[in-house]
């Protein structure tokens, strides 16, 4: 089975931190994601990458960084973290070729105080 | 971009009975997948169905691509069928990227 894992379920940071979300996958997929979820506005991809230092903005990428060094690793930078940033952030990772499946991993609540 | 409507938004069952969700697209797709949201946040993989049909228990599904909908069916509820079921779909040359509908909560009461 696929696996994605990200580093925390819960995480609380103060205004102006800067927060590292992590993510791990263990099925070699080239094509990783980062997407936020709001109440109202749904699900909204932040970033993604399709191979080892790629990446690509997605819809709402503002205040955010994204770092890949190694394939399993996606990583999300909040430089300068902002209550607006409180959400929950979703992983998912998949295959680079005709099968476009993602999986996710469990989510990570972030509140921002 | 492509745009994903999913009905209808909110769904109360009675447990046994049985229900269909149904997700419209705007234009084409090669990725079209159905997640069930758990209590605890995380998207869990239903099906993967850019077209045809497959089933999976008490759980089925079936895309219709030439008319840009696609049904989930859920037969026989349970109460650990609650939870928020997403639509959600890729086009063209990003069909990687998912574009998600809003959802359906689902609410199964005993």
């Known amino acids: 089975d696929v696996k994605v894992t990200q580093s925390s379920r819960y995480l609380v940071k103060r205004t102006g931190e800067k927060v590292f979300l992590e993510c791990v996958q263990d099925m070699d997929h080239e094509n990783m994601f980062w997407y936020r979820q709001d109440p109202g506005l749904g699900l909204r991809l932040i970033y993604f990458?399709?191979?080892?230092?790629?990446?690509e903005k997605g819809d709402i990428p503002e205040g955010y960084s994204v770092s890949r060094e190694k394939k399993e690793r996606f990583s999300l930078i909040l430089e300068s973290a902002s209550t607006n940033q409180t959400s929950m952030y979703l992983c998912a990772s998949s295959l680079s070729d005709t099968t476009y499946e993602a999986f996710f991993g469990q989510g990570t609540r972030l509140t921002v105080v | 971009g492509i745009q994903v409507e999913q009905s209808p938004p909110d769904l109360i069952l009675q447990e046994g009975a049985n229900s269909t969700l149904r997700c419209n697209f705007s234009d084409s797709v090669n990725n079209l997948q159905w997640f069930h949201q758990n209590p605890w946040g995380q998207l869990i993989n239903l099906f993967y169905?850019?077209?045809g049909t497959k089933q999976n228990g008490r759980l089925s599904a079936t895309t219709v691509a030439t008319e840009r909908y696609s049904l989930l069916y859920i037969s026989s509820s349970q109460t650990t069928d609650s939870g928020v079921y997403f639509c959600a779909v890729g086009s063209g040359a990003g069909s990687y990227q998912l574009t998600f509908g809003k959802g359906t909560k689902l609410s199964v009461i005993p």
């Open positions: 990458s399709y191979d080892v230092k790629m990446k």
């Open positions: 169905i850019p077209s």
